[in-house]
T-cell receptor, first 112, second 113 residues
Framework: NAGVTQTPKFQVLKTGQSMTLQCAQD?????MYWYRQDPGMGLRLIYY???????DKGEVPNGYNVSRLNKREFSLRLESAAPSQTSVYFC???????????FGPGTRLTVT | KQEVTQIPAALSVPEGENLVLNCSFT??????LQWFRQDPGKGLTSLLL?????REQTSGRLNASLDKSSGRSTLYIAASQPGDSATYLC????????????FGGGTRLMVKP
């Protein structure tokens, strides 16, 4: 039981490049989330998926898109990376909305 | 909009002390409140979740309380150990749907041997 896994662990992009961050959970959870963590700003919700087939914007969705590929997987895409998107990205899941959230190990992204 | 504040931002204590970490929130109509631990360079580990109908939750040496009327939660750590050194974060939902957690800035705890 791996919990929540994220790939890659580290990534460096040039401004304007695109990439997709992958997240998978093996706990049969319905809800999944993407957060970013920045010094001085704390953790902020980017997007979430309350259940398979649905996605909703969080606090800071601009510049990102998401796909809930199936119940296990929830990906985050940066179409045209900007230096302001340099951050640590965390994926999380919970059994249902409002449930205890479990976090992955994070992806450290640097955009130059 | 929910705002969550944690004071102090950093705390250093000698091993063996009992300590209290504080978390305050502006909107008392919370769905629940969750406490996490984060080690440097790592993800978040869930410690305790308190539902809005509960007043406290316990896990081992940890006890979390919730007082919605005053907008406060505390995390009590008994007999602290150097292994407890980490950043502790509290989070409450942004809305009454419970999905969208708003995080406090965290308290960085150092327990000295």
């Amino acid at each position: 039981n791996a919990g929540v896994t994220q790939t890659p662990k580290f990534q460096v992009l040039k401004t304007g490049q695109s990439m997709t961050l992958q997240c998978a959970q093996d706990m049969n959870h319905n809800s999944m989330y993407w957060y970013r963590q920045d010094p001085g700003m704390g953790l902020r919700l980017i997007y979430y998926s309350a259940s398979e087939g649905t996605t909703d914007k969080g606090e800071v969705p601009n510049g990102y898109n998401v796909s809930r590929l199936n119940k296990r997987e929830f990906s985050l895409r940066l179409e045209s990376a900007a230096p302001s998107q340099t951050s640590v990205y965390f994926c999380a899941s919970s059994e249902d909305r409002g449930g205890e959230q479990y976090f992955g190990p994070g992806t450290r992204l640097t955009v130059t | 909009k929910q705002e969550v504040t944690q004071i102090p931002a950093a705390l250093s204590v000698p091993e063996g002390e009992n300590l209290v970490l504080n978390c305050s929130f502006t909107d008392s109509a919370i769905y629940n409140l969750q406490w996490f631990r984060q080690d440097p360079g790592k993800g978040l580990t869930s410690l305790l979740l308190i539902q809005s109908s509960q007043r406290e939750q316990t896990s081992g040496r940890l006890n979390a309380s919730l007082d919605k009327s005053s907008g406060r939660s505390t995390l009590y750590i008994a007999a602290s150990q150097p292994g407890d050194s980490a950043t502790y974060l509290c989070a409450a939902p942004l809305n009454n749907a419970g999905n969208m957690l708003t995080f406090g800035g965290g308290t960085r705890l150092m327990v000295k041997p």
